[in-house]
């Protein structure tokens, strides 16, 4: 697996607390320089970014983010709201304590109400891993099958842990066919994201694969000045 493969399937990311929109403006510069699969942004940014980029470039963005514990009608009013300012992929947050209760039930028809909220575009549920257990995680992969979401992701960045590739393998032995996997949190090296692709992921959320991709650019251009 090339580089270019590897960046095609990662949600470029940037959540940071203190993005302004210069840190956004390049993101989406390198998300249409490295033709990364989306960008991944606060939704506060989504207008702003959808009428820089136009149609060149995904844009992606998070609701019910980090934590999960926004009611459902609001995080339906961020899904939509999201939709109308021009987010091409929503992600979101379970109700972490739900999925820890039990409640099942009521974490897949919340997943289904956002869904509804999306307008038809494409839904991730994130449903934070490390704070699961496997009997848990199993169970969230049943729930968000049965859900209408597209894509089941690991993590939010913001807990305590990240991907793992147990939980991929997990993820990808449980899930319906139809539903697909985005590892995210803590993936910093190409031989990581290939082989949380190799195991079954989708999509990567990251922004350090694109660090890597311009590390490697100045490394061949340093050689070329160092040859004339």
């Known amino acids: ?134 009997e848990e995680k199993i169970a969230m992969c049943r729930v968000v099958s049965e859900s209408g979401a597209e894509y089941i992701k690991t993590s939010t960045g913001f807990s305590k842990g990240g991907a793992t590739f147990h939980d991929v393998e997990l993820f990808a032995a449980h899930v319906a066919p139809h539903v697909k996997i985005k590892a995210a949190g803590g993936i910093s090296s190409l031989e990581d994201a290939e082989k949380f692709l190799t195991l079954g992921a989708s999509r990567l959320g990251t922004s350090r694969i694109v660090k890597i991709a311009k590390a490697m650019e100045a490394g061949k251009t340093a050689q070329n000045d160092g040859s004339y």
């Not at 940071?16 to 939704?43: F, L, N, R």
Request: glycine residues 6%; hydrophobic residues 40%; contains cysteine.
């Open 1 to 134: 697996m090339n580089l270019n493969d590897i960046l095609s399937k990662c949600d470029h990311t940037l959540l940071t607390q203190t993005a302004a929109w210069e840190e956004i403006k390049a993101i989406c510069d390198d998300g249409m320089k490295y033709h990364t699969a989306s960008v991944c942004i606060p939704a506060s940014f989504v207008k702003q970014a959808k009428e820089y980029v136009g149609d060149r470039l995904v844009i992606c963005t998070v609701i019910g983010f980090p934590n999960g514990y926004d009611t459902t009608a609001a995080k339906c009013f961020m899904a939509s709201d999201a939709v109308a300012n021009g987010a091409d992929e929503i992600d979101m947050v379970i109700n972490i304590g739900w999925a820890k209760e039990g409640k099942f039930e009521e974490v897949r028809r919340e997943i289904a109400d956002v869904k509804k909220a999306c307008g038809g575009k494409l839904l991730k549920v994130i449903i934070e891993t490390c704070l699961l257990t496997d």
